[in-house]
Antibody, heavy 115, light 113 residues
């Protein structure tokens, strides 16, 4: 069973760019879609977007102007950049396999936007 | 966007009793060409990521106990736990993948009565 692990800063200043990586282990990043999802404290999940192994991306229109998802096949990783962050971007960020239902998920990483 | 709603917001059920959670989509998630409903259910316990329980509205993920079942079609769906166990205390979410943006319901909190 493939395993995922998010990594990146836990604190980002307002107006800066949030950058996270997801390392895929016990499996290849080939031939799948890979997603980012976030969950604000006490709320339901929000889909951010996904990328295919070939680099095709699909983003949530609500975030599209600020989001970039990329893949690094050599490192078996995919990444999330979210620019111009505000306090509303404070959430637990999850990476997950697939672009329809999501399985499995990484454990998640809390990112707080604060000065 | 397809808006997902769930009812009730919270639910308390006695151990061994049946728990029923409802999910409604603002438009049909049934794809006529393959007769599949593009709907999934997840279980989330505190401090953990959501865990996939069911996809295609009624297909149980491998390893999920058979007391969990999904039903419904079109816009109305149900997750049923036939005999509640203590470890089933969690928040349950439905999610549509009929089109993007992929959207989740607000969740139903399940507790022991």
């Amino acid at each position: 069973q493939v395993q995922l692990q998010e990594s990146g800063p836990g604190l980002v200043k307002p107006s800066e760019t949030l950058s996270l990586s997801c390392t895929v282990s016990s499996g290849s990043i080939n031939n799948n879609h890979w997603s980012w999802i976030r969950q604000p404290p006490g709320k339901g999940p929000e889909w951010i977007g996904y990328i295919s192994h070939s680099g095709y991306t699909n983003y949530n229109p609500s975030l599209e102007r600020r989001v970039t998802i990329s893949v690094d096949m050599s490192k078996n990783q995919f990444s999330l950049n979210l620019s111009s962050v505000t306090a509303a971007d404070t959430a637990v960020y999850f990476c997950a396999k697939r672009g329809d239902w999501f399985d499995p998920w990484g454990p998640g990483t809390l990112v707080t936007v604060s000065s | 966007d397809i808006v997902m709603t769930q009812s009730p917001d919270s639910l308390a059920v006695s151990l061994g009793e049946r728990a029923t959670i409802n999910c409604k989509s603002s438009q049909s998630v049934l794809y006529s060409s393959n007769n599949k409903n593009y709907l999934a259910w997840y279980q989330q316990k505190p401090g953990q990521p959501p865990k996939l329980l069911i996809y295609w509205a009624s297909t149980r993920e491998s390893g999920v106990p058979d007391r969990f079942s999904g039903s419904g079609s079109g816009t109305d769906f149900t997750l049923t736990i036939s005999s509640l166990q203590a470890e089933d205390v969690a928040v349950y979410y439905c999610q549509q993948y009929y089109n993007t943006p992929i959207t989740f319901g607000p969740g139903t909190r399940l507790e022991i009565k």
